[in-house]
T-cell receptor
Framework: GAVVSQHPSRVICKSGTSVKIECRSL??????MFWYRQFPKQSLMLMAT?????????EQGVEKDKFLINHASLTLSTLTVTSAHPEDSSFYIC?????????????????FGPGTRLTVL | GQSLEQPSEVTAVEGAIVQINCTYQ??????LSWYQQHDGGAPTFLSY????GLEETGRFSSFLSRSDSYGYLLLQELQMKDSASYFC?????????????FGIGTKLQVIP
């Protein structure tokens, strides 16, 4: 089945530093990857849609200069949290769609990575 | 924009049946999906309904009524391992492009 990995799984950093999170589709190609943030006991909030070879589409209220997204290849997207602050502490999850899948349900089935727990001190 | 409503918590007995409802408001609706998430884990896809009716996959079934903007997830023969959060999610293009928006999630607790 389709597997998505994330690295690192957990990171603790000091306030003001930048953190890069990688999202990889291991056994399929993904033209589109999604980045979500999830606070404890809350829903997944879509931050941005990452398209290979083009600029990411950010959701309303998400600062694109703070959350830098690079989708350099069909298997890799990165999210960089710049100048992180304690309020950025959250669970960041990426997901990807399988380019090769066809049919009505192919778009909607997103394969999620295991998530990255970011703690900013 | 979109809005989805689902109960925040549900408790059910092992072996029983539980139904988790989801109502939504959106334009440009494509379909409704369900995801399961265990504590500390990533969401996993359960089902997707684009058309009215019931879709069955093993112990889990999902239903959609487009005219009522309503769907539900039905879990049968509950097992302890089914304790998790269940999210309904709407696929639409109300923002000018297709995306999936998640509900707040329903925390299901299965008790012996």
């Amino acid at each position: 089945g389709a597997v998505v990995s994330q690295h690192p799984s957990r990171v603790i950093c000091k306030s003001g530093t930048s953190v890069k999170i990688e999202c990889r589709s291991l056994d399929f190609q993904a033209t589109t990857m999604f980045w979500y943030r999830q606070f404890p006991k809350q829903s997944l909030m879509l931050m941005a849609t990452s398209n290979e070879g083009s600029k990411a589409t950010y959701e309303q209220g998400v600062e694109k200069d703070k959350f830098l997204i690079n989708h350099a290849s069909l298997t890799l997207s990165t999210l960089t949290v710049t100048s992180a602050h304690p309020e950025d502490s959250s669970f960041y999850i990426c997901s990807a769609r399988d380019l090769a899948s066809g049919g009505e349900s192919s778009y909607n089935e997103q394969f999620f990575g295991p998530g990255t727990r970011l703690t900013v001190l | 924009g979109q809005s989805l409503e689902q109960p925040s918590e549900v408790t059910a007995v092992e072996g029983a049946i539980v139904q988790i409802n989801c109502t939504y408001q959106t334009s440009g609706f494509y379909g409704l999906s369900w995801y399961q998430q265990h504590d500390g884990g990533a969401p996993t896809f359960l089902s997707y309904n684009a058309l009215d009716g019931l879709e069955e996959t093993g112990r889990f079934s999902s239903f959609l009524s487009r005219s009522d903007s309503y769907g539900y997830l039905l879990l049968q023969e509950l097992q302890m391992k089914d304790s998790a959060s269940y999210f309904c999610a709407v696929r639409d293009d109300s923002g000018g492009y297709q995306k999936v928006t998640f509900g707040i999630g329903t925390k299901l607790q299965v008790i012996p």
